[in-house]
């Protein structure tokens, strides 16, 4: 089954204390990306990857990290949460021909306390 | 800069009423519109899409029509179910030079149907 799968699905954690949450797709896409969802704003992205070592920043990367070592996986690391971090996160991704273009497929959420 | 916005919800609608959910638009040129629909507990799935000028985008009965001169995308079924019941999100992507594949997202528009 064509899937992108993230985990932990729900974390409570402290700030300060470093944490990665994990993406894994399937489908072979070239373009990864980040969103965070937060009441009355819908989702904004965090980083996006066009392919593997390629990644970059979205419209709200500060205090994230990624990398794109694998085609298939792009984890977001908080290095130090802090409780504005605290979210609902979706990890989507595209592929095909100008496949940053195409319909981007989401993963199921984490959602994210931090104390 | 580009944009979204959709009606204010909750939306709360009786079982076989008819669905209207208001979305418009600001962006240059030409975007691809999209419905993507939040089912309670779950990920982002998409509902319709559509590319171009008056191309009209349907699913599950659902519908929405690309219209340029009103830059509007809204989303209408003619008789929802209780399972519609979610929240819907009107989105856009950018197909200019230097697009980053980024989707821009309304806040979200709550429905419930009542049987």
């Known amino acids: 089954e064509a899937q992108v799968t993230q985990n932990p699905r729900y974390l409570i954690t402290v700030t300060g204390k470093k944490l990665t949450v994990t993406c894994s797709q399937n489908?072979?896409?070239?373009?990864m990306s980040w969103y965070r969802q937060d009441p009355g704003l819908g989702l904004r992205q965090i980083y996006y990857s066009m392919n593997v070592e390629v990644t970059d920043k979205g419209d709200v990367p500060e205090g994230y990290k990624v990398s794109r070592k694998e085609k298939r996986n792009f984890p977001l690391i908080l290095e130090s949460p802090s409780p504005n971090q605290t979210s609902l996160y979706f990890c989507?991704?595209?592929?095909?021909?100008?496949?940053?273009?195409?319909?981007?497929?989401f993963g199921p959420g984490t959602r994210l306390l931090v104390l | 800069g580009n944009s979204v916005t959709q009606m204010e919800g909750p939306v709360t609608l009786s079982e076989e009423a008819f669905l209207t959910i208001n979305c418009t638009y600001t962006?240059?040129?030409?975007?691809?519109l999209f419905w993507y629909v939040q089912y309670p507990g779950e990920g982002l799935q998409l509902l319709l899409k559509?590319?171009?000028?008056?191309d009209k985008g349907s699913n599950k009965g659902f519908e929405a029509t690309y219209r340029k001169e009103t830059t509007s995308f809204h989303l209408e079924k003619g008789s929802v179910q209780v399972s519609d019941s979610a929240v819907y999100f009107c989105?856009?992507?950018?197909?200019?030079?230097?697009?980053?594949?980024?989707?821009?997202f309304g806040q979200g528009t709550t429905l419930q149907v009542k049987p």
């Open positions: 989507a991704s595209s592929g095909g021909q100008g496949a940053f273009l195409e319909t981007q497929y």
């Open positions: 559509a590319t171009k000028a008056d």
């Open positions: 962006a240059t040129g030409y975007p691809s």
């Open positions: 489908m072979n896409h070239e373009y």
């Open positions: 989105a856009l992507k950018s197909a200019r030079p230097g697009n980053t594949g980024k989707l821009i």
